[in-house]
Nanobody, 123 residues
């Protein structure tokens, strides 16, 4: 089992940057593949980025590829999502999630979720 707490959300203007953090507690962090998802009002939760247990494999949604970076530090039990060139369509609640076996973009395959952090991008 793992507990996840996101932070780093906020309000920024278009073109700005944010760095989201997800702190994990519980069972050894290095066994978890981690993902970031987001959910805008009235929309389904969608995949943003994922990283494997060791960090050697990363996946990105096309919508954020090239302007976002997912990273992790297993010694600090933390995964980050650096987002640059933010646009109003990036406005959403961002969630981190953990999965034991395999890195994937599939939302339903993640076992544990945080409560989310709000990101608002104004034009």
């Amino acid at each position: 089992q793992v507990q996840l707490v996101e932070s780093g959300g906020g309000s920024v203007q278009a073109g700005g940057s944010l760095r989201l953090s997800c702190a994990a507690s519980g069972r050894s962090f290095s066994i978890w593949n981690m993902g970031w998802f987001r959910q805008a009002p009235g929309k389904e939760r969608e995949f943003v980025a994922a990283i494997s247990q060791s960090g050697d494999t990363t996946l990105y949604a096309d919508s954020v590829k090239g302007r976002s970076t997912i990273s992790r530090d297993n010694a600090k039990n933390t995964v980050w999502l650096q987002m640059d060139s933010l646009a109003p369509e990036d406005t959403a609640v961002y969630f981190c999630a953990a999965r034991r076996f395999g890195v994937t973009t599939a939302r339903y395959m993640y076992e544990y979720w945080g409560q989310g952090t709000q990101v608002t991008v104004s034009s």
